[in-house]
């Protein structure tokens, strides 16, 4: 029964922000680290940003370190992922996963003029 949806992505311009946003359910949210990836086409799934149950951000990405941010609202039982100053080598699909070794069916973000 664990679920996890992600939303907020579509086509945004170099330099724009998105936010993407986790919500899960099916499990006890405030007791699993949750982790963001990406896969483009053409290429291996990558990890973009982890935070852990205490809210601290962990893992953070060199290519996005400084233009992503991730938190968490446990009362929302949602995480999410500001994503700021894009680039087109940031397109990909977006999935969230919990540590269990869930993941959602992901979210598209195009980075394009």
């Known amino acids: 029964q664990v679920q996890l949806v992600e939303s907020g992505g579509g086509l945004v311009q170099p330099g724009g922000s998105l936010r993407l946003s986790c919500l899960a359910s099916?499990?006890?949210?405030?007791?699993?680290?949750m982790t963001w990836y990406r896969q483009a086409p053409g290429k291996e799934r990558e990890l973009v940003a982890g935070?852990?149950?205490?809210?601290?951000?962990?893992n953070i990405a060199g290519s996005v370190k400084g233009r992503f941010t991730i938190s968490r609202d446990n009362a929302k039982n949602t995480v999410y992922l500001q994503m700021n100053s894009l680039k087109p080598e940031d397109t990909a699909v977006y999935f969230c996963?919990?540590?269990?070794?869930?993941w959602g069916r992901g979210t598209q973000v195009t980075v394009s003029s």
């Open positions: 996963r919990q540590a269990g070794g869930y």
């Open positions: 099916g499990f006890s949210f405030s007791l699993h680290s």
């Open positions: 935070i852990n149950i205490l809210g601290v951000t962990t």
